[in-house]
């Protein structure tokens, strides 16, 4: 298995509520409609510090991951990410 963590500065931190909901439920649809795919929330970091929202993900394998990213239903959300992002982390390990 494979956990895909990534960690967004956004743009208008006033709106991490709204955009974390928002990305939450794009996400979650993925569930079922991504091979692979097996968990997916996306939540406001509630401490404060650099990084605003985190998507936390879990995949069958490395190769479903890879597959993932370029899924079209997963490029869709990324258009919306980029428009409310200004700075990103990513951290993948395998378990």
Avoid at 30 to 47: C, H, I, M, R, S
């Amino acid at each position: 298995m494979l956990k895909h963590i990534i960690f967004w500065k956004l743009n208008d931190k006033s709106k991490a509520d709204e955009i974390a909901a928002d990305l939450n439920s794009r996400f979650k649809a993925l569930l079922g409609k991504v091979d692979g795919l097996k968990e997916a929330e996306v939540g406001k970091n509630v401490n404060g510090g650099d990084f605003d929202i985190t998507l936390y993900t879990v995949f069958e394998s490395a190769e479903d991951e890879k597959a993932y990213q370029t899924n079209p239903l997963h490029i869709e959300i990324k258009k919306v990410v980029h428009s409310v992002v200004c700075d990103r982390i990513c951290i993948d390990y395998l378990v």
